[in-house]
């Protein structure tokens, strides 16, 4: 694997190179060759600097540094620089500002593959080792491919929507939830 001082300076000869294709216009599929290549190096020095939670043999979870009682976590291809998307975890006093400690979104590409849900469970140890163990998710029941997330990682209602444009609100116990997958093994 190569070092973050390697790939700027990879990323600075390439942008040398594209300043001087700019000038001329008669090569412009090296333009945009060069193009391409730049933003996966720029992804892929933007993700040297999160941290990597967990990691399996399909994706990979990574920590965004960010505020202190929210975190985001990126859900990437395993061992591919590429956002498919995100979990954000509210810790404290911050779940009480927002619907529920837990929420997450998959670019619309990827759906439909269970990586939220594999997500959720990837990240388990880390809300526990931050004293979460009673999460809770908030969904729009219209929202059922959220809602089988939800259900699917062991969310109970705890609130009913009243109208369409109100919540479910689910709640999972993680210390159950771990203790169950410990016994199953």
Request: aromatic content about 12%; some cysteine.
């Amino acid at each position: 694997m190569r070092t973050k001082e390697e790939l700027k300076k990879e990323l600075r000869c390439i942008d040398l190179e594209i300043a001087e294709l700019l000038c001329s216009s008669d090569r412009e599929n090296r333009y945009n060759e060069l193009s391409r290549k730049s933003r996966a190096l720029r992804e892929e020095i933007r993700f040297m600097d999160y941290k990597l939670i967990a990691t399996d043999y399909e994706i990979d979870i990574y920590e965004v540094p960010v505020e202190r009682y929210v975190k985001y976590y990126w859900i990437t291809p395993h061992n591919l620089f590429e956002e498919i998307g995100f979990v954000k975890i509210c810790y404290g006093v911050a779940a009480k500002q927002r619907m529920g400690n837990i929420g997450y979104e998959i670019k619309e590409a990827y759906r439909g593959k269970g990586y939220a849900y594999r997500a959720l469970e990837m990240l388990v140890d880390e809300m526990l080792s931050r004293n979460l163990s009673s999460p809770t998710l908030a969904a729009f029941p219209s929202n059922i491919p959220s809602v089988r997330t939800i259900e699917k990682f062991g969310g109970e209602t705890i609130y009913q929507a009243k109208n369409r444009f109100d919540w479910n609100i689910y709640q999972v116990d993680l210390k159950s939830k771990k203790e169950n997958k410990i016994l199953s093994k």
